[in-house]
Every structure is written in C-alpha cells, then in structure tokens.
C-alpha cells in the first residue's frame, strides 16, 4: 500500500453556509472551493490545513448517502480520504486481505479525483476513501 | 487563530491490538509508539500518515470518555486535532466567538502535547481538540 498523506476528512454538516462560518471565522481556515457532487447527491465546500483537506459535505436528496447519515447520526466526521498510488491495485490488494469494498473500481469525486470507499464493518468502525489525482503525475 | 495543520484524527477501538494489525498490514502504516493516558483512561497507539498521526484509542475503563463513546456509537473516529499556536489565546479567542470549551485551560495530552477540547454542540458535530507542542519553539 502507498498511502502518501491523508487528502482530506469528509464532515457532514446540516448547512455548509452555516458551518462554514464556524471553520471561518473561528477556526481562521478559508474556503477555497464549493463544489456541487450529483451523483453523491451533496454539496461540498473545502477548506486547506497544512496537507489535508476539510471537505464540509451538505446533502442536497434526504434518500442520498449525507441525507441518511444526518438523519440517523446528525452531524459529524463521516469519512477519512487517504492519497494514493494506483487505485485500481491498491483496492485490489484491500480486497484480497479480507476488506469489503463499497467501490470495486473508482469513479469521479469532487475536484476530479478518482475515489473508493471501503465499507466500515471492514475498517473498525471508519467509512475510509481511497483517491488518487491522476492529474498529479 | 493559527492552525498549521491537522495534528492528529482520533479513532476509537475496542481493540488496538487488532486494529493495528488492519493499519499496518492493509493500509501499510507503521505503529511507533503505543502509549497509556492514564488520565483519559486510554491506550492509544499512534501511526504517521505525512503530517499528520492517525492515534486509536482503546478504552481502559467503561466509564472513560473513549468506554462511553464506545458503548453509545460503536467504534469509529472520535475527534479531530488541530495543531495551533498558544493554545491558552486561541481557547479564549473560541470561547469570546461563542464556542463552548470542554477545557478552559490546557491539560497534558499523548505524546506530551497541550490539549484541549472543544465541545461538538458549538462545532457542529464535530469533538475538536486543540494541540500545541510547546517543546518546538
């Protein structure tokens, strides 16, 4: 596995406006990028600390994957996103150590990446994202 | 406020023993050092992902912070840690913005860090600490 650093952590808020204020004003951290996901049915907004990103992720359908979690757990950490090198290979590797794979190949995520998750009943406890920048070469 | 990057992301587990053995062999990270807070009534272990450490905590006492949040929620990530710049003016700076703080004043954390905690009902769902390393200069 090469996992170079961690791309950033998913929190679900209930209104990116509101809590982005929060990450803003109090915390000092700027937002850089809102991004709208319809196929993960959310809205995102990022803000950078040193080589990570905080993904704010607002739902946009109460049946899409941030409707359900805010309904049943409320706001929160939803998911750890790990950088790395070959995907495809590095999923494959998950999956034959014992892993349940949410994602068999990736797809698109925000800012372009291509991303998998990995199901937590395989990853004590933590929704866990693989991705990869195949702009970064 | 001056964050400069993410210092840490807490996951709870009943098992560090056995999470480990999922960070290291599937994910390929490298445990360096598993400590006690006695305190906290935790053991965690700690692992290097670029800048910032993934620490798991396993409960030493059902009546522990990390005991009852297992209980409540079940494993999964627990908190995140920020590491910032004199951490006694940046609780009071949350606190005069309406942030309601778990420690008015740091206490001694892992690794030998100043720690402090915000609480998630002022952070939007999400339990935040502040660290400060106050041998770095």
């Keep these: ?51 990570t990103k905080i993904e704010l992720l607002e739902s946009t359908d109460p049946e899409g994957p941030i409707g359900k979690f805010l309904e ?18 590095q999923l494959k590797q998950s999956e034959s150590k014992g892993v349940q794979l949410i994602d068999k190949a990736p797809r698109k995520g925000a800012e372009g990446l291509d991303i998998a998750f990995l199901h937590p009943k395989s990853t004590f406890g933590v929704l866990t994202e693989f991705c990869e920048d195949k702009k970064l070469k």
């Design 1 to 51: 596995m090469s996992i170079s650093h961690i791309e950033h952590i998913g929190i679900a808020v209930k209104s990116i406006d509101e809590a982005i204020k929060y990450y803003e004003q109090v915390l000092g951290l700027k937002c850089y990028n809102i991004e709208e996901v319809k196929d993960q049915k959310v809205k995102t907004a990022f803000f950078k600390v040193g080589q």
């Design 72 to 89: 049943k757990k409320g706001e929160g950490i939803h998911h750890i996103a790990f950088a790395v090198k070959g995907i495809e290979d």
